[in-house]
C-alpha cells in the first residue's frame, strides 16, 4: 500500500505564494507518475498538474499555467506544487495522487481510477 501526504496548504492574500509539498511512503513504485488536483465546496474536481516519474515531462491545466509550477524532490517519491500569483478562484482543497505510467494527457481527467490519493490540504486565497 502506498500513503500520499500532502502539507504546505494556508490561506494568503491574492498574488502570494505557497508551495505544497506531497511524499509518497510504503511500497512505492519508483516509476509512478504523481500530479494535483483541486476541488472547491460545490465544484467538481479539475486537474491542476503532473510530472512524470523522472521530471522530464509535466502537465498543467491551462488556468494555472505560467503561475504554478510542478517539480520532483530529490527522490522519486516527493512532489512539489509551487504556486504563485494566486487568485480566490484558486481556492480548494488540493489533492495529489499518483499512478503508473502513462500518457500525461491522461490527467487533464480528474475521474479516473488513480491508483493512490492524498487526504488533501486546504488552500484558500483572499481578495
Known amino acids: 500500500q502506498v500513503k500520499l501526504v500532502e502539507s504546505g496548504g494556508g490561506a494568503v492574500q491574492a498574488g502570494g505564494s505557497l508551495r505544497l509539498s506531497c511524499i509518497a511512503s510504503g511500497r512505492t513504485h519508483s516509476t509512478y507518475a504523481m500530479g494535483w488536483f483541486r476541488q472547491a465546496p460545490g465544484k467538481e474536481r479539475e486537474s491542476v498538474a503532473a510530472?512524470?516519474?523522472?521530471?522530464?515531462?509535466?502537465y498543467y491545466a491551462d488556468s494555472v499555467k505560467g503561475r504554478f509550477t510542478i517539480s520532483r524532490g530529490d527522490t522519486e517519491n516527493t512532489v512539489y506544487l509551487q504556486m504563485n500569483n494566486l487568485k480566490p478562484l484558486d481556492t480548494a482543497v488540493y489533492y495529489c495522487a499518483a499512478d503508473l505510467p502513462g500518457p500525461l494527457m491522461n490527467w487533464k481527467n480528474p475521474h479516473r481510477p488513480y491508483n493512490y490519493w492524498g487526504q488533501g490540504t486546504q488552500v484558500t486565497v483572499s481578495s
Open positions: 510530472i512524470t516519474w523522472n521530471g522530464d515531462g509535466t
